[in-house]
T-cell receptor, first 113, second 114 residues
Framework: GENVEQHPSTLSVQEGDSAVIKCTYS??????FPWYKQELGKRPQLIID?????GEKKDQRIAVTLNKTAKHFSLHITETQPEDSAVYFC????????????FGPGTRLSVLP | DTAVSQTPKYLVTQMGNDKSIKCEQN?????MYWYKQDSKKFLKIMFS???????INETVPNRFSPKSPDKAHLNLHINSLELGDSAVYFC?????????????FGPGTRLTVL
């Protein structure tokens, strides 16, 4: 089955700096890679996603890159703000798994003012 | 106006009891899920239903039984609760089963077993 690893587990950056979170997946059939943000005590919410036919996607300060050959994808947040502080989860999905998500273990991002 | 709702938000109960968590979505989605998030924040899928039919059942104890009376509802019943069942349980929904799409999560139910 699919296995998703995520690094780092914790990340602290100064406000205004960039943050990068990396994920690797094991199943080459995976074709959809969402990123979720979970604030303390709240539900996970999608912030950006990418499909396997695209190498990069950007939405304002957030971008995701995908390397299918190496089976890894990354989340990039630029000009970080204190409200970016949260736990971020990557996930991978493929039809062999009923298109369900396998989540990474999460990265706790702290943006220091 | 809530898209995915769950009740109750908090559930505190004794070991050995039976409890249920309810989930409803008003997005018109045809696939619903239950996830367990443990104390280390790890999110793991438990069940997935498409059009009221079970399409995935991870290796969870058979004390957990999902029930989907219709496309908009997916309830979770837990028998003989154990200390290790303490966690936050999230319901989610998405559109389509042939292609992965965004999953919308409910607010979560924090279950504490004493």
């Amino acid at each position: 089955g699919e296995n998703v690893e995520q690094h780092p587990s914790t990340l602290s950056v100064q406000e205004g700096d960039s943050a990068v979170i990396k994920c690797t997946y094991s199943d080459s059939a995976s074709n959809y890679f969402p990123w979720y943000k979970q604030e303390l005590g709240k539900r996970p919410q999608l912030i950006i996603d990418i499909r396997s036919n695209v190498g990069e996607k950007k939405d304002q300060r957030i971008a995701v890159t995908l390397n299918k050959t190496a089976k890894h994808f990354s989340l990039h947040i630029t000009e970080t703000q204190p409200e970016d502080s949260a736990v971020y989860f990557c996930a991978a999905s493929n039809r062999n798994y009923g298109q369900n998500f396998v989540f990474g273990p999460g990265t706790r991002l702290s943006v220091l003012p | 106006d809530t898209a995915v709702s769950q009740t109750p938000k908090y559930l505190v109960t004794q070991m050995g009891n039976d409890k249920s968590i309810k989930c409803e979505q008003n997005l018109g989605h045809d696939t619903m899920y239950w996830y367990k998030q443990d104390s280390k924040k790890f999110l793991k899928i438990m069940f997935s239903y498409n059009n009221k039919e079970l399409i995935i059942n991870e290796t969870v104890p058979n004390r957990f039984s999902p029930k989907s009376p219709d496309k908009a509802h997916l309830n979770l019943h837990i028998n003989s609760l154990e200390l290790g069942d303490s966690a936050v349980y999230f319901c989610a929904s998405s559109q389509g089963s042939g292609r992965a799409n965004e999953q919308f999560f409910g607010p979560g139910t924090r279950l504490t077993v004493l």
